[in-house]
């Protein structure tokens, strides 16, 4: 016993330098770009839950810091998350630009400068780069659902063709509930085009296939609608060099941005963990039914038509007859008939 006392001091001594070695993040400090609100979304810096309001399952935080070859300037830089299964953990990171039509350049990517306000129902952020000034904003849209919004201001002289660009990208740090063994870094990921909704369609799926050691698997569908066309799904980053990641940029059609004008352009995500579930933002709205006939006529007689175009005839239901078979349990039966007149 007493060969173990010298130990325990050491350890007992030892306890409180090692809870002080442990540094705390500090998004206002740790941040590579100015950002001041609060609360803080911010990826990597805020211990907590993401932008996920009206009881979703899925959220969005700010990426302020530099991950590998895109910088924290990055335009409306951010992490997404599900948590659909047993865990929630980050899926990838998504990125917006534009690029130049007239020279084929990129702008934006990244920005001269860039700023983050946070607020409780998001972030809003500024851009600059040279006669170009842009603000973004992110907030929850509705359950599941997000709002990525942009508005691109032109200060030049000449108008300018600007095309939008939405880059999705594997996270390049360690995601949040990994696997003791490694096993959730086996992911599958896609992104497709479905033209007739204009969206692009996400899927995310991680964890190990072996349902025994699977229970940190999570399974995230996204839908991505815009209000500009979409027109094609290229791989890589565009401006951004993805090395060997992970990455899809999504291409709209471009906008004139007029000079001394500015035009906006936005993105809906809509989350879940299967196809069913994903469609907020970019189902088509259904068909509204038609006028029944009776409205039809209603709405003829009231207006009024010539001779030669008479109102089309009207339904009559006939009065219902009611006819009891006299049994103990007193049973009816109903018939009913049915006449047309004028």
């Not at 534009?98 to 607020?119: I, K, N, Q, S």
């Not at 359950?143 to 000449?158: K, P």
């Not at 003791?180 to 296939?209: E, F, M, Q, Y």
């Not at 290229?234 to 004008?261: C, K």
Request: proline share 8%; charged share 20%.
């Amino acid at each position: 016993m007493r060969s173990l006392r010298p130990l325990l001091l050491a350890l007992v001594l030892a306890a409180p330098a090692s809870a002080q070695a442990l540094r705390h993040a500090h998004p206002e400090r740790d941040a590579e770009v100015p950002v001041d609100g609060w609360p803080t979304w911010a990826e990597d810096l805020t211990v907590g839950s993401p932008i996920s309001d009206h009881g979703s399952h899925a959220g969005i935080k700010a990426a302020v810091t530099r991950d590998g070859a895109v910088p924290a300037r990055a335009f409306l830089d951010q992490a997404h998350y599900g948590a659909f299964g047993a865990v929630a953990a980050q899926t990838d990171q998504v990125v917006v630009w534009l690029d130049d039509v007239a020279t084929g350049r990129a702008v934006l990517a990244p920005p001269d400068d860039r700023r983050v306000t946070f607020h409780p129902w998001g972030w809003e952020e500024t851009a600059v780069q040279g006669d170009l000034r842009a603000w973004g904003a992110v907030t929850t849209l509705a359950t599941d659902a997000f709002l990525v919004v942009a508005r691109v201001e032109n200060h030049g002289a000449q108008a300018r063709l600007l095309a939008p660009r939405l880059g999705v990208f594997a996270d390049a740090g360690a995601h949040e509930s990994m696997h003791p063994l490694h096993l959730s870094w086996i992911v599958h990921r896609a992104a497709d085009l479905d033209a007739p909704r204009n969206a692009v369609v996400l899927t995310h799926r991680r964890g190990t296939p072996f349902d025994p050691f699977a229970w940190d698997r999570l399974d995230l569908v996204r839908a991505v609608g815009a209000d500009v066309p979409l027109v094609r799904v290229r791989s890589g980053l565009g401006a951004y060099a993805a090395g060997s990641r992970w990455a899809r940029t999504v291409e709209a059609a471009p906008l004139v941005v007029p000079a001394g004008g500015a035009r906006a352009f936005s993105f809906v995500v809509g989350c879940g963990q299967d196809r069913r579930e994903r469609s907020i933002g970019s189902r088509p709205a259904a068909p509204r039914p038609g006028p029944t006939r009776r409205r039809r006529w209603r709405a003829c007689a009231r207006a009024g038509t010539p001779t030669s175009t008479p109102c089309p005839r009207r339904t009559r239901r006939a009065p219902t007859r009611r006819a009891c078979t006299g049994s103990p349990t007193r049973a009816c039966a109903t018939t009913a008939t049915r006449g047309a007149g004028p």
